[in-house]
């Protein structure tokens, strides 16, 4: 199965406290020992690195070692995270995630504490200790 890993999940991954981070990286390799393959994007890597500047070889090297591929975004995918970002009510980093996901074919969105349950573009699992 090909999972988009959002924003979300890898700012936890990367810089939550270490019980979080235990718990995600937990989940990331029962899937990975099934055969699941994981794809990010471009935006979401560089905000990413964006935010912890003084880490930012690390992050690059940590998300490049688990991820198959960091995929581009079009300007197409922006336009249609803007008209999901006011149809479902949802943030634009949700929205784009949503276009990428689907532009991309991908099977599964896996994220953290996203409001992408209720939309039926795509499967989405939430990996945050809230969720069910």
């Given at each position: 199965m090909k999972n988009y890993l959002t924003y979300s999940l890898l700012f936890h991954l990367l810089q939550s406290e270490k019980k979080n981070r235990k718990l995600i990286e937990e989940k990331?390799?029962?899937r990975l020992k099934s055969?699941?393959?994981f794809f990010s994007d471009s935006h979401s890597i560089s905000e990413l690195i964006h935010n912890?500047?003084?880490y930012s070889q690390e992050i690059f090297h940590s998300i490049h070692g688990l991820c198959d591929q960091i995929l581009l975004f079009t300007k197409e995918d922006v336009s249609i995270a803007i008209g999901l970002q006011k149809e479902?009510?949802?943030s634009y980093m949700e929205a784009l995630s949503l276009a990428i996901s689907t532009h991309n074919q991908l099977d599964r969105i896996l994220g953290y504490g996203e409001n992408l349950s209720s939309q039926?573009?795509?499967s989405f699992l939430d990996l945050s200790p809230k969720s069910k």
């Amino acid at each position: 199965m090909k999972n988009y890993l959002t924003y979300s999940l890898l700012f936890h991954l990367l810089q939550s406290e270490k019980k979080n981070r235990k718990l995600i990286e937990e989940k990331l390799k029962e899937r990975l020992k099934s055969g699941d393959r994981f794809f990010s994007d471009s935006h979401s890597i560089s905000e990413l690195i964006h935010n912890g500047l003084e880490y930012s070889q690390e992050i690059f090297h940590s998300i490049h070692g688990l991820c198959d591929q960091i995929l581009l975004f079009t300007k197409e995918d922006v336009s249609i995270a803007i008209g999901l970002q006011k149809e479902l009510k949802i943030s634009y980093m949700e929205a784009l995630s949503l276009a990428i996901s689907t532009h991309n074919q991908l099977d599964r969105i896996l994220g953290y504490g996203e409001n992408l349950s209720s939309q039926k573009l795509i499967s989405f699992l939430d990996l945050s200790p809230k969720s069910k």
